[in-house]
């Protein structure tokens, strides 16, 4: 990929403008990563709090899935 900048003002420009571009990029793949291993943490943790109940609701047994 090339960039015409004529001035050393221009190439820091750009430098500073591909800087901030990876930056907010990598700050949202961080918070992706948060959320897929947030959302995995729930799914073990309903699955391991399952409960089983009768036609009244009652609770009569849970079930632990690891």
């Known amino acids: 990929m090339d960039?015409?900048?004529n001035?050393?003002?221009e190439e820091q420009a750009?430098?500073?403008s591909v800087r901030s571009t990876?930056?907010?990029q990598g700050d949202a793949l961080r918070h992706l990563a948060e959320v897929i291993n947030a959302e995995e943490k729930m799914t073990k943790h309903r699955i391991s709090?399952?409960?089983i109940t009768d036609n009244s609701?009652?609770?009569i047994g849970s079930?632990?899935?690891f």
């Open 57 to 59: 609701q009652d609770v």
């Open 3 to 5: 960039f015409n900048v």
């Open 7 to 9: 001035t050393e003002t």
């Open 49 to 51: 709090t399952l409960l």
């Open 14 to 16: 750009l430098i500073n």
């Open 63 to 65: 079930v632990r899935i």
């Open 22 to 24: 990876l930056t907010e």
